[in-house]
């Protein structure tokens, strides 16, 4: 029996969830992982945990909600298979059943991710033959799965087309190259010191992308400056190099990362930050003019709330006293799926009648809008660095506003708009 089994069987009162990638992570180098359907689970970062339980209400609608934090364990099956499994904190055993699990199993039962739909191993009722051929068959697509990123992760900008009649959502949780490759270090990290430590502490976010079918992130790594005061020589001369070699230095703002879907192709296209890091500033307009267009044509409806959301951030944060948010990013998220869409001039009926796939073949005849209706988030990310006088142990303590990320949504602000009225809108 693996150690996974082992543990639910010593602590049966308690719930084990089996955390998996979390597929739509497109930045940043912390594990973020799937705790289920609307909360992830990263590493718990102290200073990053005293800014959600500190932060200022009028910030809470731009970043996730906080949810809690949980303790995880490293544990490794006797095929050698790693897992990561979140249980709550001794004395604390009401926080996994607080947040909705409305798709985990029983306490009796472990999650286990596969490369299909969630699969669920008992640990009375599974046959021992059974649960041999499941481990061989996961083994086996691990590690085709495992040859496959190897040679995703060396590219910067990645093309992948999906089958037409693939679901592109489901295609969408396999081949996010990033997020895999955070995931994989995870593992190995904490693989490495499991003899010494096999008991860490996450923090439950909510997750942003819940709410779409095909998410659409944009990862924007945001400032003029990355490093943290508590930084040493080494970190923050390297952190400075990356921002006078990039679009930090002149726009305050660069990409760290995205994943859009294009309709027009059929393809999902993925950037990471190292290609990120190395465009001008019209290479950073370019991308973001990217990552509204669908492959047809450019998604016009999402740069008005876009810019309006923005605009909302912006004055927040110039009314907070001290705080500097040094290597935090903002997220910029929407549905890459499409929706029906009719002329312009149609009536109300039509707009009920018509089908996706009618409005697909007549493409071009006449102006079109899209049906639905279409949203946008914005949302700031990461706090591990951040500061703010309120904490009181910083040898440094800073005046009046973070000028860098006030500056780096300016210039976003400017972008869009720039976009926004060179398509017409």
């Known amino acids: 029996m693996s150690p996974a089994f082992r543990a639910m069987d010593v602590e049966p009162r308690t719930k084990g969830v089996l955390l998996e990638p979390f597929v739509h992570q497109v930045g940043g180098h912390s594990c973020v992982l799937r705790f289920n359907e609307t909360t992830l689970c990263k590493p718990l970062v102290p ?28 544990e490794e099956d006797e095929d050698r298979n790693l897992c990561l499994i979140a249980y709550p904190l001794k004395g604390d055993h009401g926080i996994v059943d607080s947040v909705d699990n409305s798709d985990c199993e ?5 999650l286990r ?3 299909k739909k969630h699969h669920v191993l008992e640990t009375e009722k599974s046959p021992k033959d059974w649960v041999r051929q499941h481990r061989k068959e996961e083994k ?6 495992e040859e496959e990123f190897e040679w995703l992760k060396k590219s910067e900008v990645l ?16 081949y996010n190259p990033w997020s895999m490759k955070c995931h994989q270090q995870q593992l190995q990290r904490m693989k490495e010191n499991a003899k010494h430590r096999n008991q860490y502490k996450f923090i439950l976010l909510e997750n942003l992308t819940s709410r779409y079918e095909v998410p659409c992130v944009l990862d924007l790594k945001m400032g003029t400056r990355q490093h943290g005061d508590d930084a040493s020589e080494e970190k923050a001369a390297n952190q400075i190099r990356k921002c006078q070699q990039s679009t930090s230095a002149v726009i305050g703002v660069r990409v760290c ?29 370019e991308a973001l003019f990217q990552f509204f267009h669908n492959g047809r044509y450019l998604r016009r409806e999402l740069l008005g709330p876009v810019l309006k959301k923005l605009a909302e951030l912006k004055a927040i944060l110039e009314r907070q006293e001290s705080y500097r948010f040094y290597s935090s990013s903002l997220l910029v998220i929407y549905d890459g799926k499409e929706w029906p869409e009719v002329a312009l001039d149609s009536d109300a009926e039509d707009l009920e ?15 079109y809008k899209p049906i639905g209706t279409s949203s946008v988030d914005v949302r700031m990310i990461d706090f591990a ?30 972008i869009v708009t720039e976009i926004s009225e060179e398509s017409g809108e």
């Not at 800014?51 to 731009?62: D, H, S």
């Not at 029983?106 to 472990?110: E, G, Q, T």
């Not at 990120?276 to 019209?282: T, Y």
Request: hydrophobic share 30%; net charge positive; aromatic share 12%.
């Open 47 to 74: 200073r990053e945990h005293q800014f959600y339980e500190t932060l200022p209400a009028e910030m809470r609608k731009f970043t996730p909600q906080y949810k809690g934090v949980v303790s995880v364990r490293f």
């Open 106 to 110: 029983p306490k009796s039962k472990l």
């Open 113 to 115: 991710w596969t490369n």
């Open 140 to 145: 086996m697509k691990s590690h085709k799965l």
């Open 159 to 174: 093309y992948y087309s999906v089958e037409k009649k693939g679901n592109v959502s489901s295609q969408l949780k396999h």
């Open 257 to 285: 990362g995205m994943q859009v879907y294009q309709a027009g192709s059929g393809q999902l296209m993925f950037m990471n930050k190292y290609h990120g890091r190395k465009l001008s500033v019209q290479g950073f307009k």
């Open 353 to 367: 009648d018509l089908s996706e796939e009618s409005a697909d073949e007549s493409a071009g005849a006449y102006a």
């Open 385 to 414: 660095h951040t500061t703010c006088r309120l904490y009181g142990e910083d040898s440094v303590v800073h005046e009046g506003q973070d000028a860098g990320y006030i500056f780096g949504l300016q210039s976003l602000i400017d």
